[in-house]
């Protein structure tokens, strides 16, 4: 049985997601945010105080990519960085002020972002989607 890539379910997400990627990109450049520093700083900005090996659990990026952006992040006064004072050996990020108004500034955009793409399915086919898609994480992490 040959191999057809446009029914593989690895190739169809990853292109969907690209997809996916470039539009938000679009919607967060006025912000002056990448979609990977918008992860980041949602992820943090919903935590509160987050260790970097917790941003890497959460976001499902590389350690490598979250310290590239965190960094970014760090550089634009976005986020502070402090020792945790309950285990000196492990450094904690915070959203700062500033952060803070950029993270409030793009939520309506990730919003109407998840909204937009939804409507090209119905209330059913998203909840199906989601759930098919949990399932397969699920399956191989």
């Known amino acids: 049985m040959p191999f057809n890539i446009e029914e593989s379910v690895g190739f169809t997400t990853n292109r969907t997601a690209k997809l996916l990627k470039k539009e938000m990109a679009g919607r967060l450049k006025t912000l002056e945010l990448t979609p990977e520093q918008w992860t ?4 943090i900005g919903e935590h509160g105080a987050i260790s970097q090996a917790d941003l890497v659990r959460k976001t499902f990026k590389d350690r490598s990519v979250i310290s590239r952006v965190l960094g970014i992040l760090l550089n634009k006064g976005l986020a502070r960085k402090y ?18 108004k950029k993270w409030e500034a793009a939520m309506p955009l990730a919003v109407q972002f998840n909204k937009d793409m939804k409507k090209c399915l119905t209330e059913h086919e998203t909840e199906e989607l989601i759930r098919l898609l949990n399932k397969i994480t699920e399956c191989i992490a």
Do not use: E, M, Q, T
Not at 83 to 100: E, F, H, M, T, W
């Open 83 to 100: 020792v945790n004072p309950a285990d000196k050996r492990v450094y904690l990020v915070k959203i700062s002020a500033k952060g803070k």
């Open 40 to 43: 980041l700083l949602n992820v």
